[in-house]
């Protein structure tokens, strides 16, 4: 079996149109500021911290333009992208040529805060997800548990696919993750899941079984893509109190599909669109 050719997931990134009003309303939520004001000629970037990874958003200088970032935000807003860290990008890039990916060279970019080496993947190489397979220069400093929501990490980012084994088998052909657990109708759900640890996190791959149910949904209306995000936190129902405190619209606390664990979803209209649900690991 191929051995991972990444190491974490280092971002999750949302096309929005406002990066500042989408910030600023984040860290009212509880949720603890990296940097702003970040990007290029074409595009503003702003960061949060989600304790082993950055929730990322991006906004196009002009949202009508032919720049790639207004394309994303036209195409698919919310969550469009995942960055996935590795020591060696050139590597990772013959590696996936080598099983008929096509990827183009590493470039070179000063960022924000670091610079790094990447190069993209399409859907059809990480099905599901484009991604940034990036080098970065120097490491992150990562903050733990120092926000209202008491944040201890990335838990796992939710992929919407329509053929699960076929998903499974390009993941771990192209990037060397490996399924670990596969679950069946949990708790008599339209879908079926799959998860690929990476890092101190771990990829949820669904498919819907049922023509009924959110993932159903979301790909009937947008194809196959980034759902969600699931962050863990130390104590969700003081999470939940907070952000309904704040004005979140927030579900009560239930099981998780995944044994030993509870989450809550925060509507999407309370954060500007984007999915995200927070999970207790007991």
Request: hydrophobic letters at 40%.
């Amino acid at each position: 079996m191929p051995e991972p050719l990444v190491d974490n997931i280092e971002a999750v990134i949302a096309f929005v149109p406002n990066v500042n009003a989408v910030v600023d309303d984040f860290v009212r939520l509880g949720f603890s500021e990296v940097f702003r004001d970040g990007g290029s000629d074409e595009h503003r970037s702003g960061q949060l911290s989600l304790g082993s990874a950055d929730l990322e958003f991006i906004a196009p200088r002009d949202p009508d333009g032919p720049s790639f970032f207004a394309q994303m935000l036209r195409e698919r807003p919310g969550y469009g992208m995942m960055s996935l860290a590795t020591s060696n990008a050139q590597r990772v890039a013959a590696c996936m040529r080598e099983h008929g990916a096509q990827v183009a060279d590493p470039i070179f970019r000063k960022g924000a805060r670091r610079d790094f080496r990447f190069f993209m993947t399409g859907r059809s190489v990480t099905p599901g997800a484009r991604c940034m397979i990036s080098q970065y220069e120097t490491a992150s400093p990562r903050t733990k548990g120092d926000t209202a929501l008491n944040i201890r990490k990335l838990d796992h980012v939710i992929i919407a696919t329509t053929d699960l084994a076929d998903a499974l088998r390009l993941w771990e052909r192209n990037v060397g993750l490996k399924e670990d657990t596969e679950l069946n109708h949990p708790l008599g759900a339209g879908f079926k899941a799959a998860r690929l640890p990476i890092g101190e996190s771990f990829l949820e791959l669904v498919q819907p079984v049922e023509e009924s149910g959110r993932f159903y949904e979301q790909v009937k209306e947008r194809g196959e893509g980034l759902f969600s995000i699931s962050i863990q936190v130390d104590d969700l129902d003081e999470a939940v109190r907070h952000l309904r405190e704040n004005g979140a619209t927030v579900s009560d606390p239930e099981p998780s599909i995944w044994p030993g664990a509870r989450l809550a979803r925060i509507n999407h209209k309370s954060t500007h669109g984007v999915s995200i649900q927070l999970i207790e690991r007991s």
